[in-house]
């Protein structure tokens, strides 16, 4: 592949619909949901990363490459 980079696309079962970014990125975003996350009262999320290749042109047309 052309200079492409491998990124993930994040969607789950609240509020967020196909973000891409970085596999860090989609851990830290995982990570902080479950901070607050209680067992006995919240409702689990089910989250969905899907592999994608971009190119770095590709990725900065992004809205959320300017996060």
């Given at each position: 592949?052309?200079?492409?980079?491998?990124?993930y696309?994040?969607?789950?079962?609240?509020?967020v619909?196909?973000?891409?970014?970085?596999?860090?990125?989609?851990?830290?975003?995982?990570?902080?949901?479950?901070?607050?996350?209680?067992?006995?009262?919240?409702?689990?999320?089910?989250?969905?990363?899907?592999?994608?290749w971009?190119?770095?042109?590709?990725?900065?047309?992004?809205?959320?490459?300017?996060?």
């Open positions: 592949m052309e200079n492409k980079k491998l990124y696309q994040l969607s789950d079962s609240a509020d619909s196909n973000v891409v970014m970085e596999l860090s990125g989609v851990m830290s975003w995982i990570e902080g949901d479950m901070e607050g996350f209680n067992h006995e009262t919240d409702e689990p999320r089910q989250y969905i990363i899907e592999p994608i971009l190119t770095d042109e590709e990725f900065d047309n992004l809205p959320e490459a300017s996060i």
